[in-house]
């Protein structure tokens, strides 16, 4: 199983990313995939999710109304478009499989290395 992120940078208040997992070495449509982030000093929090069952898409709190998660099974990849980005969305973002998918980090088997999105003020 391999998942590699990629799209982070910096970039200024107010702007967009969208990041990118490429996923591979299991069968892509059984399994939710789910985006997490950590800022330095804090702790791990849920970003954006979708699901395996019904492919149901869900948020974190934080960026509701702002990031949206897409999916292309026949590229096995999942994309996270962010919108409006302000300097406390700064952190390393991950993404992650999981047989089902959801909110809960620790339920995550899989996990890609990680990319930096800086926000400067």
């Known amino acids: 199983v391999q998942l590699v992120e990629s799209g982070g940078g910096l970039v200024q208040t107010g702007g967009s990313l969208r990041l990118s997992c490429a996923a591979s070495?299991?069968?892509?449509?059984?399994?939710?995939i789910g985006w997490f982030r950590q800022a330095p000093g804090r702790a791990r929090e849920v970003v954006s999710w979708?699901?395996?069952?019904?492919?149901?898409?869900g948020y974190g709190d934080s960026v509701k109304g702002r990031f949206t998660i897409s999916s292309d099974n026949a590229k096995n990849m999942v994309y996270l478009q962010m919108n409006s980005l302000k300097p406390e969305d700064t952190a390393v973002y991950y993404c992650?499989?999981?047989?089902?998918?959801?909110?809960?980090?620790?339920?995550?088997?899989?996990w890609g290395q990680g990319t930096q999105v800086t926000v400067s003020s």
């Open positions: 992650a499989a999981d047989p089902v998918g959801g909110s809960a980090w620790w339920l995550y088997n899989y």
């Open positions: 070495g299991f069968t892509f449509k059984d399994y939710g």
């Open positions: 979708i699901n395996s069952v019904d492919g149901r898409t």
